[in-house]
């Protein structure tokens, strides 16, 4: 069993910046992935960015490369994810989830919400124009 609580959320302007904290807990193995996802109104949850816990490795989506940052500290089991130049269009829940199968080796980091066992409650973020 993981536990992950998100923590970061808030309402802020255009341009600005957030950063949301992922505390995990329970059975934490270095092979694990630590992913972000965001789910606004009316939309299917997307994958936002990806971490592995090991090594480092990441991965992005495209609307959010050059602007997110992800990053874990392994000694405090917590997943970090800064959001910098903000829009509107950013406005949604934000999820951090554990994929506890991931692949393996190089191949890419998994962005289907279904490829993810645990899942925190979420915290709001909202982008004002």
């Known amino acids: 069993q993981v536990q992950l609580v998100e923590s970061g959320g808030g309402l802020v302007q255009a341009g600005g910046s957030l950063r949301l904290s992922c505390a995990a807990s329970g059975r934490i193995f270095s092979w694990y992935v630590m992913g972000w996802f965001r789910q606004a109104p009316g939309k299917e949850r997307e994958f936002v960015a990806a971490i592995r816990w090991s090594d480092g490795r990441i991965r992005y989506a495209d609307s959010v490369k050059g602007r997110f940052s992800i990053s874990r500290d392994t000694a405090k089991n917590t997943g970090y994810m800064q959001m910098n130049s903000l829009k509107p269009d950013d406005t949604a829940v934000y999820y951090c989830?554990?994929?506890?199968?991931?692949?393996?080796?190089?191949?890419?980091?998994?962005?289907?919400?279904?490829?993810?066992?645990?899942w925190g409650q979420g915290t709001q973020v909202t982008v004002s124009s």
């Open positions: 989830a554990a994929d506890t199968n991931p692949a393996f080796g190089g191949a890419p980091l998994r962005v289907g919400p279904e490829n993810y066992d645990y």
